[in-house]
């Protein structure tokens, strides 16, 4: 089920990649860039708190895009991951 507040949808957005993450035997400091898609205003001091405390300290490069929709108006946040780990 897809929450109807923003702020939720970025932490369950973030839970999805830590699941994928632990799936591929890989960790949140294997995140090396974060795309963050979002429809209309979101409270910026409550994404940063959200995405702060998600990422425990971990600062991948990231770059934040206002989108005039995304795949379902029900959809407010779209986050895209990269990962990688050195063997």
Known sequence: TIPDDPIEQID?????????????????????????YLVGEIDTAKRREVVASKLQGHKPCSTLLYVARLATPALKVEIDAWASRAE
């Open 12 to 36: 369950l957005a973030l839970e999805n990649i830590f699941r994928n993450l632990r799936a591929a035997n890989m960790d949140i400091k294997d995140l090396i860039k974060l795309t963050y």
